[in-house]
């Protein structure tokens, strides 16, 4: 028996091994290193973003030196992979922290009672509030979530159960992929001109801009839902048919309970991935400083829609508007923080149950 | 609450693809029936045919006739669900339903086809199935919990509970025991036995001792190579089968030359 196949040159079993705290060392000692470089080349203004990069480059090529050394070749690419992979998700990290450091840090000194009981009718400069932006998003993604799920999940449940790959449905996955794709402005100018057909030019109000929502919505209601109705295994489906059970009632009793849990979060995800719409809305469902409670008429105002108002177009005194909009972001933020917690919750709720 | 079955010149296909040729053979009520035969030569899919349930394959169906007790299960007008209201199945793998608890599991028949009834008469049909299933005893205190919850052995016999509940006139068994194990498997084929006083039972099995074991008729299936359809090449009491069969195919599969 050959023992000199690459590399592997004895029969032990042991294995030289890196002590436990030389990697976090290098790490520590990598970023001295590039401090003292950068600070050496630009003396006093040391840019906190090289000295970090600069950093990662030599605690990588430090951690490959000393593990090649002491553990061997195997050992240097693993620690290599775990290094490179760490790297990434923290570099993925900075801009989601940063984004949320910022509006915390910004948006906090407006965040106050009067924020969410005041309009901003007849508010100029300091004070005022986004209570008709709050509701006009609550209505307006309200409707888009009620017109998208009934037709979302009926139209996943025909593609996942019915559908199941005839023509029909191959044309359908066909149109919900193109309109996965289409621009939320076009959504909007969509929305906007049926609006103008149906009730005359210049028909701007709320329930406009849920239906340019709802066309953003439906096609990642679809998606999400068909793929989590295919997960159900094949064998419940037939479980239901041998006792005799019809397919839709099947269907209703046995497929969609099973997935519920996963599709209360797709739904809940794809709320949050349109709450957040700004160009449809500032066509379909316009701009306005009061608070507008009928969805049928008149412009209603949105958070996303606030935040874009209060910067572009600030007054004289521009703090109070840079203020609300950042407590504007925030509050977006907010609002989708707490659907995803909601979804957690209720999808742990439905979940199947399988205690022992 | 037994029905015999005639199967005359029954094929079977998947689109273009004849996966079973001309079986003939007759199912007796109050009987074991067991059906053997290599992986692929169409057991499984003959037995579906007899509740139906090869319609849930896209592009599966039948030429030839199927009596169940002298009613065509593929005459004009027939509803297949009507038809597996008669005739149960159990799977290869324990399939409960994960949303239901023990309880909700064995009436899942009933409630799932809207027949309301009291809940006294749903404690009785609960009582009543688990312990023909012989799985009252291991779960009657728990009966509210998921039936997930339960060992593989037990969730089959959940699912023969399930399955029986339903009052069907026939019971189709497609490998029952493939995934548990022997401790299991016994538990399954005695209860076999006592199912066959009231059910017509088919069962397929890859299992030669098993079918030897449980079952009255044997059937061999068997396939002349990949692509030919499957064909019944024998059938008869157990005991014929497995000691003088007519055929040599027959004789080679069960001693073991071949499959």
Known sequence: ?356 | MSKRIDVTDLNVYYGAFRAVEDVTMTIEPHSVTAFIGPSGCGKSTFLRTLNRMHEVIAGARVEGEVLLDGEDLYGPGVDPVRVRRQVGMVFQRPNPFPTMSIKENVLAGITLNNRRLPQAAKDEIVERSLRHANLWEEVRNRLDLPGSGLSGGQQQRLCIARAIAMEPQVLLMDEPCSALDPISTLAIEDLIGQLKESYTIVIVTHNMQQAARVSDTTAFFNIAGTGSPGRLIEVGSTDKIFSTPDIKATEDYISGRFG
């Not at chain 1, 986004?130 to 006009?136: L, S, W």
């Not at chain 1, 009632?249 to 995800?269: D, E, F, H």
């Not at chain 1, 958070?303 to 508007?321: C, E, K, M, R």
């Open chain 1, 1 to 356: 028996m050959s023992v000199t196949t690459r590399g592997v040159r004895s029969t032990t079993l042991t294995a030289g091994r890196l002590p436990r705290w030389a990697v976090p060392a290098i790490g520590v000692g990598s970023l001295a290193l590039a401090y003292i470089a950068v600070d050496l080349a630009t003396p006093g203004s040391a840019n906190p973003g090289l000295v970090v990069a600069l950093a990662f480059v030599l605690h990588l090529v430090g951690v490959e030196v000393s593990a090649r050394a002491v553990e061997g070749g195997r050992q240097a690419v693993d620690r290599r992979a775990v290094n490179l992979v760490v790297g990434a998700f923290l570099l993925a990290l900075v801009p989601l922290v940063s984004l949320l450091w910022e509006a915390i840090n910004q948006g906090i000194a407006r965040l106050d009672p009067q924020f969410f009981t005041y309009s901003m009718r007849n508010v100029v400069g300091a004070g005022g509030g986004a209570a008709h932006a709050i509701a006009g998003t609550l209505w307006v993604t309200g409707i888009a979530t009620l017109i998208s799920v009934p037709v979302g999940l009926l139209t996943a449940i025909y593609l996942a159960e019915y559908g199941r790959g005839n023509r029909t449905a191959k044309v359908i996955t066909f149109f919900v992929d193109v309109m996965t794709g289409i621009p939320s402005i076009v959504a909007g100018l969509f929305a906007y001109s049926l609006m103008s057909l149906l009730f005359g030019p210049g028909s701007v109000f709320g329930f406009a801009g849920s239906v340019a929502l709802a066309v953003l919505m439906i096609p990642v209601v679809v998606r999400s839902c068909e793929e989590l109705l295919r997960l159900v295994p094949n064998e419940l489906r037939e479980a239901a048919y041998a006792l005799g059970v019809p397919q839709w009632v099947t269907i209703l009793k046995v497929v969609v309970p099973t997935a519920i849990s996963g599709l209360v979060s797709g739904v809940i995800l794809s709320v949050a991935r349109v709450i957040g719409e700004t160009a449809p809305l500032m066509i379909a469902a316009g701009f306005t400083a009061s608070l507008n409670n009928n969805p049928l008429a008149h412009p209603m105002m949105t958070l996303p829609v606030f935040v874009y108002d209060s910067i572009a177009h600030p007054g004289v005194d521009v703090q109070p508007y840079y203020d609300r909009a950042w407590a504007g972001a925030l509050t977006l933020i907010g609002i989708v923080m707490v659907l995803n917690l909601v979804g957690r919750l209720v999808a742990r709720r439905f979940a199947p149950r399988t205690g022992r």
